[in-house]
Each structure stands twice: as C-alpha cells, then as structure tokens.
C-alpha cells in the first residue's frame, strides 16, 4: 500500500494460469484470464462456470459493437499514449538540457581554473623577476 488512497497490486498472468489450472474454480484466477484474453477458449469454458465472466464479456460485446462507444475508447487509448510519449519526450529533452548545462558549468569552471593558474604563473614569474635594490 503505497497510501490511504492508492494502493497497487500486481497480477502476474503466468501464475494465475497455473492456479487455474490447479484449481479452476478460482474466482481470482478466472478474473485475470478473462482480463487477459476474453476471447481465449479457457474463458469460454469458465464463461460457463462463472456467471459474472459471463455478464462482463456480455457488456464487453455490446461495447464492442456500439461503434460510438468502440470510438471513444480509441480515442482515451491514443489520448493516454499521447500523454505517455509527451512525457517521455519532456523527460529526454530535460535531461540533455540538464546534461548541456552541466558540460557548460564545467568548461566554464574548468576555464576560470585555468585562466587563474595562468594568472598565478605569470604573478609568480613577476615576483622571481623583480630585482630589489637596497
């Protein structure tokens, strides 16, 4: 549980195949198959079994045939790729920026090194040079 009001699970589709297989009638495992492939033949088979698989590939069907419906999922679909692929490419573009900013900062710095041991040299020659009459 990440907070009071987000929690994440993680469903790993291998595995409940293999609970179904030990054990068809579970509920859970049912869920993630249908979840994972209506039109799989097992779903088929739990259709069957389980009524409430039953009525959502019934809703799922009717989804499917509603050409208004079928269009606003396509559109949701493309709108979250959209926004994911946005992202991916601010997130890019930030970290070359960051990246050029910090190769700039460096050769800045590493030029003011540079510049102040050139100073330094010359000023020491100027000291090693100077004659002092007395």
Avoid: C, H
Wanted: no cysteine; hydrophobic share 30%; proline share 2%.
């Amino acid at each position: 549980m990440l907070t009071d009001v987000l929690e994440f699970y993680i469903i790993e589709i291998p595995k409940a195949r293999e609970i179904l297989k030990k054990d068809p009638n579970n509920k859970l495992a049912q869920w993630v198959m249908f979840l994972d492939n209506p039109n799989e033949s097992e779903v088929s088979k739990i259709m069957n079994e389980n009524e409430e698989i039953k009525e959502a590939m019934s809703e799922l069907e009717k989804i499917s045939k509603d050409k208004e419906l079928k269009r606003v999922a396509e559109l949701r679909e493309k709108a979250i790729r959209d926004e994911k692929s946005g992202l991916r490419y601010a997130r890019e573009d930030g970290l070359k920026e960051g990246l050029e900013k910090r190769t700039r900062t460096t050769e800045k710095r590493n030029g003011m090194k540079e510049r102040n041991k050139r100073n330094r040299n010359k000023n020491s020659k100027k000291i090693k040079t100077r004659k002092y009459v007395y």
